[in-house]
């Protein structure tokens, strides 16, 4: 029987302490988005480690986003945004997607829970100007659907100014992260815009009209319709109908 090598296990191994240890150093050092890092030579002195296992735990780390490596300037710590989620998404539904339908309505799912589970504080929080600027988004997309004209961006505006009044900076993110994903799966199986643009007006409308209200399980309630609606688009699409 063959035997592995044992020097790649014990580069990554060494690869993976070295990752954590950097990372526990911006957390030691409290170092915020943008910060300098110590250079390569210093990091391998205050690490005991080669100068190719500072380098692959730094790519390793860029891939995460938690560093920046800027090449003949130095290296930052990163902001750690949600874009490696986003991409682990987007290829875990791609890679699913040719024989399980139901990768991207997981993806929704997770995202309609977060999205109604919110509305009962955001019903609390939301201020008149702030519905007002609902109402004039809806007005926006009517506008668009009469004119025959798609308004994905209309419509990703519109989420982002329901859940502002949070003040949650983790929100966006998370539901940005979400929406990329259903629109890159989207743009690399070539589907279709939404064949039915005053049907969304009309959802987006009967959220807006039940916050104005205050009846937050009316809220609940079309939020859940227009999450049923993407569903049923993403369902038709993955069997190929359009």
């Known amino acids: 029987m063959r035997r592995m090598p044992q020097e790649p296990i014990r580069a990554r191994r060494v690869s993976s302490q070295v990752q954590r240890e950097v990372t526990q150093l911006i957390l030691d050092r409290r170092l915020r988005p943008g910060a300098l890092l110590p250079t390569e030579a210093e990091l391998m002195e205050q690490l005991g ?13 860029q891939a995460l986003d938690i560093v920046e490596i800027r090449h003949g300037y130095g290296t930052y710590v990163g902001e750690a945004s949600l874009t490696p989620l986003t991409d682990g998404l987007t290829f875990r539904t791609l890679v699913k997607i040719a024989d399980d339908t139901h990768a991207l309505a997981e993806i929704l799912q997770v995202r309609a829970v977060l999205e109604q589970g919110l509305i009962r504080e955001v019903a609390a929080r939301l201020t008149d100007p702030e519905l007002s600027d609902l109402e004039d988004l809806v007005a926006r997309m009517e506008g668009s659907a009469a004119a025959g004209e798609a308004f994905p961006d209309l419509d990703r505006e519109f989420h982002e100014a329901l859940y502002r009044p949070l003040g949650n900076a983790l929100v966006p993110q998370l539901l940005g992260a979400f929406w990329n994903v259903f629109h890159r799966v989207a743009g690399v199986r070539g589907w279709s815009s939404d064949p039915a643009p005053d049907i969304t007006v009309r959802r987006h409308r009967d959220i807006v009209t039940a916050l104005r209200a205050g009846d937050v ?24 109908v359009g």
Not at 49 to 61: D, G, I, P, Q, Y
Not at 217 to 240: K, P, S, V
């Open 49 to 61: 480690v080669s100068r190719n296992s500072v380098r692959e735990a730094l790519k390793a780390l």
């Open 217 to 240: 399980g009316a809220a609940q309630r079309a939020m859940a319709d227009h999450f049923r609606g993407i569903e049923a688009r993403a369902g038709q699409e993955t069997r190929g």
